[in-house]
């Protein structure tokens, strides 16, 4: 167990809908990271945020916005959806979120869009 | 970050020591090598990392060559839990104190534990 937290496990919905993924980092962690994973991708970076700030993007869509609150925890938010963006999102956390940090990821969640 | 290489996959019999290399030649001297596992579709685990001298944890080891442009981890006595995807991960340090971008990975190397 990594200490990150990520709701939920499984996520069904359809396309053109939106959905929020959350995420709790480990105690103490400032940063936090989104990656996604789908078959034909790879784990592929998508957002960092830093103590409540955007700090890095990387192949996040447009469609795509994160965020993250006072309490540390982040969420993303996927909306007109697609039938490509059923994957495995990930959320990692790190204490300062500087180049040589080590990330700690949580145990996803499966989005699949019908 | 330095691009690295890796075998798609290895076999190796339960209890015997799981060797799997990477090979980072173009690797720069603020670079460091990371190791993470992906055990089927959970979220990846951080393994052990190293800068230029050889690492030792409670789940591996990391032997990094002299010119550093090689690494191989140690698996002492793989079990059948280690079963999973293995990458190497190429890290630059950021001596801006500012942001990293995120973590890239490669295809890894699918590592099958064989009863």
């Known amino acids: 167990d990594s200490g990150v937290t990520q709701t939920p496990k499984h996520l069904i919905t359809a396309t053109g809908q939106r959905v929020t993924l959350r995420c709790s980092p480990r105690?103490?962690?400032?940063?936090v990271y989104w990656y996604q994973q789908s078959l034909d991708q790879g784990l592929q970076f998508l957002i960092q945020?830093?103590?409540?700030?955007?700090?890095a993007k990387g192949n996040i869509l447009e469609r795509f916005s994160a965020q993250q609150f006072p309490d540390l925890h982040s969420e993303l938010n996927l909306s007109s959806l697609e039938l490509g963006d059923s994957a495995l999102y990930f959320c990692?956390?790190?204490?300062?979120?500087?180049?040589?940090?080590?990330?700690?990821f949580g145990p996803g969640t499966r989005l699949t869009v019908l | 970050d330095a691009k690295t290489t890796q075998p798609p996959s290895m076999d190796c019999a339960e209890g015997r020591a799981a060797n799997l290399p990477c090979n980072h030649s173009?690797?720069?001297?603020?670079?460091?090598v990371y190791w993470y596992r992906q055990i089927h579709s959970q979220g990846p685990q951080y393994i052990i990392h190293?800068?230029?001298n050889n690492e030792t944890n409670e789940m591996a080891s990391l032997i990094i060559t002299e010119d550093r442009k090689s690494s191989t981890l140690i698996l002492p006595h793989a079990t059948l839990r280690d079963t999973a995807v293995y990458y190497c991960?190429?890290?630059?340090?950021?001596?801006?104190?500012?942001?990293?971008?995120?973590?890239?990975f490669g295809k890894g190397t699918h590592l099958i534990i064989q009863p």
């Open positions: 990692a956390s790190s204490v300062t979120g500087t180049g040589t940090d080590t990330q700690y």
């Open positions: 105690s103490g962690d400032l940063s």
């Open positions: 945020y830093y103590n409540g700030e955007e700090r």
């Open positions: 173009t690797i720069s001297g603020n670079e460091y």
């Open positions: 190293g800068l230029k």
């Open positions: 991960i190429v890290r630059a340090r950021s001596y801006s104190g500012g942001g990293a971008d995120g973590l890239t």
